[in-house]
């Protein structure tokens, strides 16, 4: 046993920000007292039964929860091992997880007085919650999203539009996450009087990983008590996709304290490991980017590298600070998997169950060829289903498209 | 401990003027132009040069100032050349203060307690890092000042006086005010508005208070050096310095020229301004 193994997973952050070594509150002066003030608010309302009691209400009627625990019948056969359970978050109002967040900060936005809020986005999936909330609310929201993945993610793009959100298409760098990432802080240091920045993961500077983790804690705090009733005892195994890792944590945080909990994460391995590739923990080491310490992908100067993978969701060159803790004390086993392999399990669960996932999702999905055989029947592995992949049809029908002439 | 950039506001004071000083980027668009640019900056008036390191991801920076980035890392610049800009330098000029500014991760990459050393035989004297604020002074802030470099803090117009204390503790030097909430290059600051801000400022700390962001002209650097131990000008020069450049953005023989006739003519402001009011 490692010595310095905490006696429990759960409890982090200190209170200042910190998951061991990574975490921390790397900002401009400029932010950082509307930190504070971010991180007062927050804690304020999270002691407030009312809050809770608005926010499950919400949860409920509006979002659609509980998601579903559906037991994968056919894929279990298909893959021939351990029985498989999709956590259906891809069923949520907006087709994703991010919604569960979204509705949080917007809550906590709303007590803070702002009016204005900001998001980043990839996939367009988190900025498509931000905009939805900002409809339901009343609220002006402003989305930056890279020039890159304005193209390739057109559906979310004219959604976000139609919900009356201002999408920024972002020039700078890669044009893709990572970059409109960069234009939403110059954004907020800018407009830090009325603006409320809604990150779309667990990343940045605390509180947020720890905050955005909280919110989608309902993820796992569902799949809990569904699994018992579903078969009378916690799941054997869980995985899910990483990019930010959002939909991981919030997977994951409920079970890090029940040992015989197996938890995966996936990394996007884009072309593979030794090419362009998105896996912060497979392929990068401790840096500083974003308001927090985490594992980046840089070259030896320290300048970020460019991330690549299929899904615009997962294309970033960093990963949640509590991901990279738990990487280092060894309780989550983080794996990866290519586009191809997102591509492939990508038709294999819209052919075997009826399912379309988001690309991001077709990674989690991709590893169970590797993780569910060798497992006995009786082994119970819940996969986030983060996603629908509805956004992602046109472009992976052209990829498609493109391999038969 | 004194150090050049104690003597030079000592000596400023004595000259009884606000100082002039000038951000230009390291490397920008190549090690040996940029070199030739710092070496002209105290021949045209600069008392303080701040050299930019350049980072893939700036995140208080406005677009000028991210392209001059992207342009000196294109030419291959990295911290260690960074470095070796300033060792070369001051084989000329042991007394023209010399303040790095960027983001912390190409020096925690680097190493803290390396990059402090190596910094302080270059010849660095103080240091800006844009992403470090008090709550991370464990990092940089309380070896830096340990191995006998400034570590200047920004104060913004977020830092009310309930933070100030906090913001100017362990702040030596200088403090850098920055006049507008906001990136680099953005809006113009008023000077009246600064001018309070500074003197709120002052109320907490001896040290010289020196206003940057949205300063762009000599009449609005002299504007403000009537309110401010020193006002900082950078976007403007760093685009000088851009308009001079050939259609590949590679150097010409009117860039070296283009940043010191406008830090000339910026100088010129600054020194035209009525002392500051103590």
Known sequence: MNPNLPNSFRSGPDERGHFGIFGGRFVAETLMPLILDLEKAYAEAKADPSFQAEMNGYLKDYVGRPSPLYFAERL??????????????????????????????????????????????????????????????????????????????????????????????????????????????????????????????????????????????????????????????????????????????????????DPSVEIFGVEAAGHGLTQLHAASLAGGRPGVLHGNRTYLLMDADGQIEEAHSISAGLDYPGIGPEHAWLHESGRVKYLSATDEEALAAFQLLSRLEGIIPALESAHAIAKLSELAPQRPKDHLMVVNLSGRGDKDVPQVGDILKGRKK | MTTRIDARFAELKRQGRSAFVTFVMAGDPDAKTALEVIKALPKAGADIIELGMPFTDPMADGPSIQAAGLRALKGGMTLKKTLELVRDFRKDDDSTPIVLMGYYNPIYIYG??????????????????????????????????????????????????????????????????????????????????????????????????????????????????????????????????????????????????????????????????KQAAE
């Open chain 1, 76 to 257: 279990t056969a298909h893959l021939g091992g351990a029985k498989i359970y999709l956590k259906r978050e891809e069923l949520n109002h907006t087709g994703s997880h991010k919604v569960n967040n979204v509705l949080g900060q917007i809550m906590v936005a709303r007590r803070m007085g702002k009016k204005r809020i900001i998001a980043e986005t990839g996939a367009g999936q988190h900025g498509v919650a931000t905009a939805t909330l900002c409809a339901r609310f009343g609220l002006e929201c402003v989305v930056y999203m890279g020039a890159v993945d304005v193209e390739r993610q057109q559906p979310n793009v004219i959604r976000m539009e139609m919900l009356g959100a201002k999408v920024v298409p972002v020039q700078s760098g890669a044009r893709t996450l990572k970059d409109a990432m960069n234009d939403a802080l110059r954004d907020w240091v800018t407009n830090v009087h009325n603006t409320f920045y809604c990150i779309g993961t667990v990343a940045g500077p605390h509180p947020y990983p720890m905050m955005v983790r909280d919110f989608q804690s309902v993820i796992g705090n569902e799949t809990r008590q569904q699994m018992q009733e579903a078969e009378g005892r916690l799941p054997d195994s869980l995985v899910a996709c990483i990019g930010g890792g959002s939909n991981a944590m919030g997977l994951f945080h409920p079970f890090l304290d």
């Open chain 2, 112 to 273: 803290v307690d390396a990059f402090l050393a190596d910094a302080k035989a270059a010849g660095v004297d103080g240091l800006i890092i844009v992403d470090l604020p008090p709550e991370e002074d464990t990092e940089l802030c309380i070896p830096a000042m340990k191995a006998g470099l400034n570590f200047i803090r920004l104060a913004t117009p977020t830092t009310d006086d309930k933070r100030l204390p906090a913001v100017l503790a362990n702040t030596s030097g200088f403090v850098y005010y920055v006049a507008v909430t906001g990136i680099t290059g953005a809006a113009a600051a008023d000077s009246k508005v600064v001018g309070a801000a500074v003197g709120r400022i002052k109320q907490h700390t001896k040290l010289p208070v020196c206003v940057g962001f949205g300063i762009r002209t000599p009449e609005a650097a002299r504007a403000i050096a009537e309110n401010a131990d020193g006002s900082v000008v950078g976007t403007a020069l760093v685009d000088a310095l851009k308009g001079s450049l050939d259609a590949e953005g590679r150097a010409t023989a009117r860039t070296v020229t283009a940043v010191a006739d406008l830090a000339s003519a910026l100088a010129q402001g600054v020194r035209g301004a």
